[in-house]
Antibody, heavy 113, light 107 residues
């Protein structure tokens, strides 16, 4: 069964950090780019970041550039999103996405004092 | 960034109806277009990628077509479980961008 399972979300104060994980199974993980997409309360989805199959190429939305870092461990079939200097406006459900495979179930990040 | 314009933003339909949703890209994206369904409080569910390729496990009542800038998602016979919000998404270039969504409601 194809699965993408996110974890690592939670409540954090502004300026804090979190690391999200996306664990993949059921498909050849090393063949695919992996994306992070977030969705704020009552809003549409917004792309955040992506990482190439071998981790050598990464891209970020302007809103998170310099604060978020995407990485992957192909041996563990896991992609990470290190989120630093978090802002209230980063509050959202964060999903990992593989275009031809599907979406994870999401993990909620709440940035609030 | 490529802008994705979906229409309509909402529609009311009856069980058994044929429903068509359109998506237009602000520039050509070849066939790099995906559709997904989202129900309230739930994660998105992929339906179609590459404009017309059905995701594994998705019923054949869903179909996609188009190329370049104009795309459609068709649900051949609407069922109660299909009432949801549908989004298009281009995966031609980053940043990936999404349409504004189409909410399909019960008439």
């Amino acid at each position: 069964e194809v699965q993408l399972v996110e974890s690592g979300g939670g409540l954090v104060q502004p300026g804090g950090s979190l690391r999200l994980s996306c664990a993949a199974s059921g498909f050849t993980f090393t063949n695919y780019w992996v994306h992070w997409v977030r969705q704020g309360p009552g809003k549409g989805p917004v792309w955040v970041s992506r990482i190439h199959t071998d981790g050598t190429t990464t891209n970020y939305a302007d809103s998170v550039k310099g604060r978020f870092t995407i990485s992957r461990d192909n041996a563990k079939k896991t992609v990470y999103l290190q989120m630093n200097s978090l802002r209230v406006e980063d509050t959202a459900v964060y999903y990992c996405l593989v275009i031809t495979v599907g979406w994870g179930q999401g993990t909620l990040v709440t940035v609030s004092s | 960034d490529i802008q994705m314009t979906q229409s309509p933003s909402s529609l009311s339909a009856s069980v058994g109806d044929r429903v068509t949703i359109t998506c237009r890209a602000s520039q050509g994206i070849s066939n790099s277009l995906a559709w997904f369904q989202q129900k309230p409080g739930r994660a998105p569910k992929s339906l179609i990628y590459g404009a017309s390729n059905l995701q594994s496990g998705v019923p054949s009542k869903f179909s996609g077509s188009g190329s370049g800038t104009d795309f459609t998602l068709t649900i051949s016979s609407l069922q109660p479980e299909d009432f949801a919000t549908y989004y298009c998404q281009q995966h031609s270039t980053y940043p990936l961008t999404f349409g504004g969504g189409t909410k399909v409601e019960i008439k």
